[in-house]
C-alpha cells in the first residue's frame, strides 16, 4: 500500500470538494477555487469530513497513480485555504528587483533589465530589493514561476552571486591558486 496514498486527507471548515463523474475534482475555498482531473481508475470518496483515495489493484501503474492522486488533491485543499510562497534571495553587487505593477524588474548583471509579467493567479512582492516572494494558490504555478526567475541567474560557486531560494545551500568552491615553481 502507497505511503502516502493511504492517508486520509481532512477537509477543513469553508472548503467544499465535489468530485464530477468524469473524475474531476473541484475544490473551493476561501482563497479561491482549483480543480484537477484524476485518472478514471482512482477512486475518490468523500466521507464526512475525510477524503480517502484507493486504487482498484497493485499493479504499477495504478501504484503509481494512487500516492501522485492523493498528493495532489492534498495540495489543493492546502493551496485554497492556506496558500503557497516560495521565497528568492538576490546575491551580488548591483544585483536588485523592483515591482512596477503587475511587472517584475530585474537588475541581473546583463545589459538590460529582465522584465516579467506576472502571471494569472500568482502574485509576487518585493520586500526588499534582494528579496522576492512568489504566492499563490496553486503549488505547481508558484514553484514554476520561482524557478524561471532563478533561471536568469542561477548562484554561481565562486562568489555565490545570483538568485537562490532563500532555504538553498550554495556549496563554494575555492579559485584558482598561483602558479606553482
Not at 32 to 49: H, N, P, R
Not at 165 to 176: H, N, Q, T
Request: glycine share 10%; hydrophobic share 35%; net charge positive.
Amino acid at each position: 500500500m502507497s505511503r502516502v496514498g493511504r492517508l486520509p486527507i481532512t477537509i477543513p471548515q469553508g472548503v467544499t470538494v465535489t468530485i464530477t463523474d468524469l473524475n474531476k475534482v473541484v475544490v473551493k475555498g476561501p482563497l479561491g477555487e482549483l480543480s484537477e482531473q484524476i485518472d478514471k481508475d482512482i477512486k475518490i470518496e468523500i466521507d464526512g469530513e475525510t477524503l480517502t483515495v484507493t486504487r482498484p489493484s497493485d499493479n504499477k501503474r495504478h501504484r503509481a497513480l494512487h500516492g501522485l492522486s492523493r498528493a495532489l488533491i492534498a495540495n489543493m485543499v492546502s493551496g485554497v485555504t492556506k496558500g503557497f510562497e516560495k521565497k528568492l534571495q538576490i546575491v551580488g553587487v548591483g544585483y536588485k528587483a523592483a515591482k512596477n505593477g503587475k511587472k517584475l524588474e530585474l537588475q541581473l548583471g546583463h545589459s538590460h533589465p529582465v522584465v516579467m509579467e506576472d502571471p494569472d493567479g500568482i502574485t509576487v512582492e518585493v520586500p526588499t530589493q534582494t528579496e522576492i516572494i512568489v504566492k499563490g494558490i496553486n503549488k505547481q504555478l508558484v514553484g514554476n514561476y520561482a524557478s524561471k526567475i532563478r533561471e536568469w541567474r542561477k548562484p554561481e560557486p565562486y562568489k555565490g552571486k545570483g538568485v537562490r531560494y532563500a532555504d538553498e545551500k550554495v556549496i563554494r568552491k575555492e579559485g584558482k591558486t598561483g602558479k606553482k615553481k
